[in-house]
Nanobody, 122 residues
């Protein structure tokens, strides 16, 4: 059993900053990738940022230059540092992880956090 626990959402004024955290725990052998998605009501989740175990990152065009995704491998934790926030960043943010629970050529499972609301006021 694997859990992703998120924290750090809230209300901030436009131009401000927030940092989200996501900690993975449970039966983890290795974490292949961790990332953040966000979702508007009635819409599909969209990738915001992701980082692989090797440190390769990718970002949505809409957040490049404003958001970063540092990762603490020792703590199985990923962060989303959000700067220069805009009202259009107001969404629910979900942590995502691709995790192997056993060594060897086993499957990779996908897990989601419970979601955290980010609200940016104009």
């Amino acid at each position: 059993q694997v859990q992703l626990v998120e924290s750090g959402g809230g209300l901030v004024q436009a131009g401000g900053s927030l940092r989200l955290s996501c900690a993975a725990s449970g039966s983890i052998f290795s974490i292949e990738r961790m990332g953040w998605y966000r979702q508007a009501p009635g819409m599909q989740r969209e990738l915001v940022a992701a980082i692989t175990s090797g440190g390769t990152t990718n970002y949505a065009d809409s957040v490049k230059g404003r958001f970063t995704i540092p990762r603490d491998n020792a703590k199985n934790t990923v962060y989303l540092q959000m700067n220069s926030l805009k009202p259009e960043d107001t969404l629910v943010y979900y942590c995502n992880a691709l995790i192997k629970t056993k060594g060897g050529p086993g499957p990779v499972y996908e897990y989601w956090g419970q979601g955290t609301q980010v609200t940016v006021s104009s």
